[in-house]
């Protein structure tokens, strides 16, 4: 069975500084990797996916990923974070051919002025 | 495209009553999912279709919760004699083979 694990419930960043958010997961082929947000009072928004080539891939307002199969890690990275972006992030898994996402549970990002 | 469509976006029952959340999802996606979420729990797995075939009812609770879905363009979540700890968010999504999973908005569900 795959698993996601979000090791850190909450991070705290100043507003400018650079950003990452962890992801490791479980699965033993290689799976379809989401990186997705979700903003107060909304549904989950995708910020980027990964099914395979580049190991790092270019999401929406400068987010990007990178996924290491030897680790089994997808971290998330900004470079330069706006408070705009406190929201929870969620990492999530599809095994290949399968249906079914299997999510992490989540991290706050509170960005600090 | 509307996305997904769920109603009605805030629903408040009293204990003991019917609760049922519709969810309309994109057209031409094959997989509809219903997810709940919660502060404690986080976000939990509930059940999921495909072509209207129920696949994966894994997370449902056993008794008071049923997922339907009658046609391609809708599905519903039917929560009978609601709880207060049946209070949560659920989320319905649905999905196409090699996309990624596309969300609604949600229906907050509060029972009082």
């Known amino acids: 069975a795959q698993s996601v694990t979000q090791p850190d419930a909450r991070v705290t960043v100043s507003e400018g500084a650079s950003l990452q958010l962890r992801c490791k997961y479980s699965?033993?082929?290689?799976?379809?990797l989401f990186w997705y947000v979700q903003y107060p009072r909304q549904g989950l928004q995708l910020l980027l996916k990964y099914y395979s080539g580049d190991p790092v891939v270019q999401g929406v307002n400068g987010f990007e990923a990178e996924f290491s199969k030897s680790n089994s890690s997808f971290h998330l990275r900004k470079a330069s974070v706006h408070w705009s972006d406190s929201a929870v992030y969620f990492c999530a898994l599809r095994r290949t051919g399968g249906y079914k996402v299997v999510f992490g549970s989540g991290t706050r990002l509170l960005v600090s002025p | 495209n509307a996305g997904v469509i769920q109603t009605p976006r805030h629903k408040v029952t009293g204990k003991g009553q019917e609760a049922t959340l519709w969810c309309e999802p994109i057209s031409g996606h094959s997989a509809v999912f219903w997810y709940r979420q919660t502060i404690v729990q986080g976000l939990e797995f509930l059940t999921y279709f495909r072509n209207q075939a129920p696949i994966d009812d894994s997370g449902m609770p056993k008794e008071r919760f049923s997922a339907q879905m009658p046609n391609q363009s809708h599905s519903t979540l039917k929560i009978q004699s609601t709880q207060p700890q049946d209070s949560a968010v659920y989320l319905c999504a649905s999905s196409s083979p090699g996309l990624e999973v596309f969300f609604g908005k949600g229906t907050r569900l509060t029972v009082v």
């Open positions: 699965y033993s082929g290689t799976p379809y």
